[in-house]
């Protein structure tokens, strides 16, 4: 018998031991294994490229936190240049309507969440005038004095 002839008796051999393999019930499965590889080598380039994707996109979400990050910090840093503006009209003696303060108040309450959530932030800034709006605020509200 030559090489020629022996093959092909091999490949046909191959085939029906691999079948014999996947039919039996131990766990070893050759044809899903040979299938796994020929997609893994078919799909090599479209991987490499999700791989590229996913990586750029952790980039971004880095990105877009930190934007995020910074525009809260800017917030409360206007929320504090509106809260120190306030307090000086306080000390001013300029009058305020019952809407004026709860929209100051609002700004408060926004700024000190902030500043609760981030102890780095320099917060020392705002806390004698945000006591000076508070304590105005109960003095009107009890006197029912605000501005009209």
């Known amino acids: 018998m030559t090489l020629k002839e022996i093959l092909p008796l091999l490949g046909g051999g191959l085939v029906g031991l691999l079948t014999l393999i996947q039919i039996a019930p131990i766990k070893v499965n050759p044809w899903s294994a040979i299938l796994e590889w020929l997609g893994n080598q078919t799909n ?20 877009v936190d930190t934007i995020r990050d910074e ?26 309507s019952h809407e004026h303060f709860k929209q100051i108040l609002g700004d408060i309450t926004h700024y000190e969440k902030y500043c609760d959530a981030h102890p780095e932030f320099e917060n ?20 029912h004095d605000f501005l009209a």
């Open 124 to 143: 020392q800034i705002a806390v004698a005038a945000i006591a000076q709006i508070k304590d105005t605020y109960n003095e009107r509200l009890k006197k």
């Open 44 to 63: 090599k380039a479209l991987l490499a490229k999700m791989e590229a994707f996913e990586a750029d996109m952790k980039g971004v979400k880095a990105e």
């Open 71 to 96: 525009n809260r910090e800017i917030h409360a840093k206007d929320c504090r240049v509106r809260i120190l503006r306030f307090a000086d009209e306080i000390y001013l003696s300029q009058p305020h």
